[in-house]
């Protein structure tokens, strides 16, 4: 029997059997995919895979000694590497204990393996430093970078890397998934929640779990007030202390790819059903440069959380919010 405890997702295991059928592997993985698609799954999988003892059809046994080590979260040649805190970088002290750990003899006798979550959370000290223990790979060590921002990693990095897409399921498959580790939520919310999750369904429990669809169901209240004058941005900015600001710039972005859609005459009805009435409202009374500009600032924000910047969070979200609402108004 495998260990069902580390699978990979259903829709990876093409790329896994793939991946698992020959004996020999490259050193340095990185697996890129979309937030929520199973990447880190996959990771620990794989790393299960290399240290178990007699792995059974592509899976890690969970019966070894290695994986009782494994599995009591004690094995000495299985080193995670991540931020401190959610959220925050990667230092170079981290990447250093990194090259200690590679430097070692594995104690199991086996192989050592190194995950490291995620990639672009390293600062640029540490992905220097990691790119010399790229440079001199042991014969015995396999190091998994996981990222959901490729493009964030340093290219000399990335060019040492076997570098493994992992894509997002179909609709159909995501939505049969969702129905099963949710069962208590009909067919429109997991719909919702994957709409929101961008069809990543492990992000999908992610947003379930932080009762994403309340919140946003407050934000869009308060945008419906905000443009009837009901709310100002800055009550708005005020009441809304817990909401993580990268859902909030998401969902802007959402909305505005459905208002840009609507303007060049792309769709006629909006993709996000919960803003069916304001979203054709405003692209009917809005100027494409402005939304345009709008987009840019949007984007360059969203960068910005993404790159983990400190921004003031209510001077951001006031931002935001008058901006938005000048789209009507600059004609
Ligand atoms: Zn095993």
New binding site residues.
């Given amino acids: 029997m495998a260990d069902q405890a580390v699978s990979p997702c259903p829709w990876h295991l093409p790329v896994w059997d793939a991946l698992t059928a020959g004996s020999r592997h490259a050193h340095a993985f990185l697996f890129a995919g979309l937030p929520g698609v199973g990447k880190r799954l996959f990771a620990e999988a794989f790393a299960a895979h290399l240290l178990?003892?007699?792995?059974q059809s592509g899976r890690?046994?969970?019966?070894?000694r290695?994986?009782h080590l494994r599995q009591a979260g004690s094995h000495p040649d299985r080193l995670v590497v991540e931020p401190e805190e959610q959220g925050k970088a990667i230092r170079i002290d981290a990447i250093r204990q990194l090259g200690d750990f590679m430097g070692q003899t594995a104690q199991q006798g086996g192989r050592k393996v190194i995950i490291l979550h995620p990639a672009e959370a390293m600062n640029l000290n540490a992905a220097n430093a990691l790119l010399k223990s790229l440079e001199e790979p042991t014969s015995d060590t396999y190091l998994l970078l996981v990222s959901d921002q490729p493009s964030r990693l340093l290219p000399t990095i990335r060019s040492r890397c076997r570098v493994q897409p992992l894509v997002t399921p179909g609709h159909a498959e995501a939505m049969a998934w969702l129905q099963h580790s949710l069962p208590d939520l009909d067919a429109e919310q997991h719909g919702a929640l994957l709409l929101m999750a961008g069809g990543a369904p492990l992000r999908a429990i992610a947003l379930h779990e932080m009762d994403a669809a309340s919140l946003r169901q407050q934000v869009v209240e308060g945008v419906k007030a905000l443009l009837k004058n009901q709310q100002s941005a800055s009550q708005l900015a005020e009441r809304w202390p817990n909401l993580p600001l990268e859902l909030l710039a998401d969902w802007f972005c959402d909305w505005t790819l459905d208002l840009l859609r609507l303007k060049t005459g792309a769709m006629e009805a909006p993709v996000n059903t919960d803003m069916d009435k304001v979203l054709p409202y405003m692209a009917r009374h809005l100027q494409l440069p402005a939304l345009l500009n709008w987009q840019s600032w949007l984007l360059q924000h969203r960068g910005m959380l993404l790159g983990k910047a400190n921004l003031n969070r209510v001077l951001f979200i006031e931002t935001l919010l008058i901006q938005w609402k000048q789209l009507l108004e600059r004609r």
Avoid: W
Wanted: glycine share 10%; with cysteine; charged share 0%.
């Fill in positions: 178990c003892l007699q792995p890690a046994c969970g019966q070894c290695s994986c």
